[in-house]
């Protein structure tokens, strides 16, 4: 069974600054995609970036950005230029090649953006 | 275009009472999963259905827990009886098939119903 761990329970930055939280994942599987969600405090979840494990390029969606190393199996998103707006829960999930849209989600990081 | 829709958006139940929840998935998504969300914590899968089948349950507490997607459109996810251990967010999602009819890697999500079992 895959696993995915966020091991940073709360983050803060400073409006325009930049922050970067942490995931890590197990798995046996070769193909797969890794998300980064991200929930406001109306719970609405909505998808942020996304990678596929079979591009060595690292994903990049304006301010948002990841950090894929496969061999580490860790997938870490980079923020940019945080704004008040960026104030959310932010989760990490994989979801396996062959798991039929089956997400598995980490734990969660509660990210707060300071003016 | 229209998102996921959840009703009702709050609960507040006994033990031991009955809830139903309900979701209308984006219009013609084949693919809809119901998420329970416990408070500090990541959602975890309770059931995903494609059309009206059900492709994965595995994670659901079938003694309480039971849902249907008759008409392969929305969905309802009862819980009889209610245990305080039950409150939580239930979120649904749905996503679209790929051209080639494979599940679509992309979830989109209602705004979830909060769940209170006092």
């Known amino acids: 069974a895959q696993t995915v761990t966020q091991s940073q329970p709360e983050m803060s930055v400073q409006e325009a600054e930049t922050v970067t939280l942490s995931c890590t994942y197990d798995t046996s599987e070769n193909n797969y995609y890794l998300f980064w969600y991200k929930q406001p405090p109306s719970r609405q979840m909505i998808l942020v970036i996304r990678q596929e494990a079979y591009k060595q390029q690292n994903a990049t969606e304006n301010r948002f950005s990841v950090n894929f190393q496969k061999a580490a199996k860790s997938f870490s998103l980079k923020i940019s230029d945080s704004q008040l707006g960026d104030t959310a829960m932010y989760f990490c999930?994989?979801?396996?090649?062959?798991?039929?849209?089956?997400?598995?989600f980490g734990q969660g990081t509660i990210l707060t953006v300071h003016p | 275009e229209a998102g996921v829709a959840q009703s009702p958006r709050y609960k507040i139940i006994e033990k031991r009472q009955s809830v139903a929840f309900w979701c209308n998935p984006i219009s013609g998504h084949a693919t809809l999963y119901w998420y329970q969300q416990i408070l500090g914590q990541g959602p975890k899968l309770l059931i995903q259905f494609q059309n009206n089948g059900v492709v994965d349950d595995s994670q659901l507490p079938k003694d309480r827990f039971s849902a249907e997607r008759l008409k392969g459109v929305d969905s309802t996810l009862k819980i009889q009886p209610a245990k305080l251990e039950d409150s939580a967010v239930y979120l649904c999602?749905?996503?679209?098939?790929?051209?080639?009819?494979?599940?679509?890697?992309?979830?989109?999500f209602g705004p979830g119903t909060r769940l209170t079992v006092t």
């Open positions: 999602a749905s996503s679209s098939e790929s051209g080639s009819g494979r599940i679509s890697y992309e979830q989109y």
């Open positions: 999930a994989f979801l396996g090649g062959t798991s039929y849209g089956k997400l598995t």
